[in-house]
């Protein structure tokens, strides 16, 4: 039996060859799933809406988004520099729907490949205790501001529609 980099195992049993397909990290699957949702709540917003802030004021919904990003940015600088080469921080003047979709698919990838790479031995280089505790800070960041984002529409008038409400906990779709 061999293994590449490709995912692929392939096992000769009774003089022919089969091709599996290994599973993916779990780790990488749930984060993509969590990237899925951002971006389906962030397609579910207009754009003139990304200046909404909330009744107790902070981050507009444009710069929570650049915030959930610019984070992420900020870890992969720590963990893996190669990884974080090459990334681009969101600036407060600079946000728009595309800017942040490019952003946010873009620095996702960069945490799939940190995940990837921590896979056999479960660690990410400057966080404590593991992989799976840094997913779990990662995936709690994110939705708090998801939360931070969904009341400032809400206070400022412009609610996500219910379909978006509901469809941002449909993990199984998504």
Do not use: C
Request: aromatic share 10%.
């Amino acid at each position: 039996m061999t293994i590449n980099s490709t995912r692929l195992i392939y096992v000769k049993l009774f003089n022919r060859l089969y091709i599996i397909k290994k599973a993916m990290n779990p780790l990488t699957e749930t984060w993509q799933i969590h990237n899925r949702i951002n971006l389906y709540l962030l397609d579910n917003i207009e754009e003139a809406n990304l200046n909404d802030i909330s009744a107790s004021k902070g981050r507009t919904v444009g710069e929570q988004f650049a915030h959930m990003h610019n984070v992420r940015l900020m870890w992969l600088k720590v963990a893996d520099p190669l990884l974080f080469d090459g990334t681009v921080k969101i600036e407060k003047e600079n946000i728009s729907k595309d800017v942040l979709i490019t952003g946010l698919k873009a620095s996702a990838v960069a945490i799939e490949q940190l995940f990837e790479k921590t896979y056999a031995d479960g660690k990410i280089k400057n966080f404590k205790p593991h992989a799976t505790g840094f997913l779990g800070y990662l995936v709690s960041h994110e939705s708090h501001h998801r939360g931070q984002i969904m009341l400032a529409l809400k206070q400022s008038g412009h609610p996500v529609d219910k379909k978006a409400q509901f469809g941002i906990w449909e993990w199984g779709t998504r």
